[in-house]
């Protein structure tokens, strides 16, 4: 059954002063000589002024806030119980400006959620010795945790995005914690790297039209997936290591009919994942390409990154992605994979709102 809808009070007038005064301010653990102070990991961060008058007023600010349950629910605000404004987490909606499929079906779109952590080195080990790069959405108080690890990453050509400050479900706080959540971690990844990212991911897919609106205004692309791992699940009895690796060979056994390239959802969250991860990459490769998510949708080599943006001779650290990175796919061929993608969606794998709890799409197979 849907989750009864439940009406939220939204206040968009958030006292910046008193949400200050409930922060503390976070000495990131790295040898890194800091510009910076970052807010507690624990906190939504307040944004400063100057970024929240990037956010012109607009009707989509308006749009009631969901309701976080203390078990995890995600319910929605809207009284009639109808996804009016297009919510992922309510029944999959996308829109055509969500990156969901990869456009090139020999593209198989790779990203790791939630880090950076130490655990992440093994997976760019791995990445190395077969000369691919991924796209990492990290986690702002993980950034100024490990920016040794992102810079790592990023130095040998991965590809770098944000996943907000504390994980945050976006759709169930405020117009400014929003705001926070993308550029405290902006400004975490300036800092360490000298790149601001185009790219976003929301917590738990949680998106709907206010959110995006908001992510328009800042200058990102929300990036979503069209095949989830649930390896997260694993440690919790949701998944298994074995379930998991079966669910990739079943999608690259659809790979011939396939009209549009995988984009799958993993994370380097602990050994758990990471560990999975290791087994799972060696089924895809070489019999797909493992690619950016901005290769994954057709971007120019650069535009992942607002300082390389348009830039098109801008050559990719990677030598494997060299055949992809200035994509030769035609604007005819983007546009049908928006157009499956937003006719589509998520398709019948997608999230019901029927106990929304702490997981996100379970997706059997490819679209």
Request: hydrophobic share 40%; aromatic share 6%; with cysteine.
């Amino acid at each position: 059954m849907i989750a009864t809808a439940v009406a939220l009070l939204y206040t968009t007038n958030v006292s910046a002063q008193a949400a200050a005064a409930e922060e503390t301010y976070a000495i990131p653990n790295s040898k890194i000589s800091w510009k910076n102070q970052y807010p507690s990991g624990t906190t939504k961060p307040t944004p400063k002024p100057e970024w929240v008058a990037l956010v012109k007023d607009d009707p989509a600010l308006n749009i009631k806030a969901n309701i976080l349950t203390a078990d995890g629910i995600i319910q929605n605000a809207d009284a009639t119980g109808n996804n009016t404004h297009c919510n992922w987490t309510w029944d999959g909606c996308v829109k055509p400006t969500d990156i969901v499929h990869c456009v090139d079906p020999k593209i198989w779109g790779t990203s790791f959620d939630d880090g950076p952590y130490e655990i992440t080195r093994e997976l760019l080990k791995y990445l190395k010795s077969i000369d691919r790069k991924v796209t990492f959405f990290v986690v702002g108080k993980q950034v100024i945790t490990w920016p040794e690890v992102l810079k790592e990453a990023y130095d040998q050509g991965h590809e770098i995005g944000i996943h907000t400050w504390s994980h945050s479900e976006l759709t169930t706080i405020s117009n400014e914690q929003i705001i926070g959540e993308l550029k405290w971690t902006e400004l975490a990844i300036k800092e360490v790297l000298g790149v601001t990212p185009r790219l976003m991911r929301p917590p738990r897919g949680d998106i709907d039209d206010r959110v995006r609106y908001i992510v328009k205004q800042l200058g990102y692309t929300p990036a979503m997936w069209s095949v989830d791992s649930q390896d997260w699940r694993i440690t919790t009895g949701g998944q298994t290591e074995a379930g998991l690796l079966a669910n990739v060979t079943e999608w690259v056994s659809k790979l011939p009919s396939m009209k549009t390239g995988g984009n799958s959802l993993m994370h380097d969250l602990n050994n758990v994942t990471v560990g999975a991860a290791l087994k799972a990459l060696p089924i895809l490769h070489p019999k797909v390409e493992i690619s950016k998510v901005s290769t994954c949708a057709g971007w120019a080599a650069g535009d992942a990154y607002v300082e390389t943006l348009g830039k098109a001779d801008t050559k990719e650290k990677s030598s494997g992605d060299s055949k992809s990175g200035s994509s030769s796919v035609t604007p005819a061929a983007k546009n049908a994979a928006t157009a499956e993608s937003g006719a589509q969606g998520l398709g019948a794998s997608a999230v019901k709102a029927t106990a929304v709890a702490s997981v996100v799409a379970v997706l059997a197979g490819l679209i």
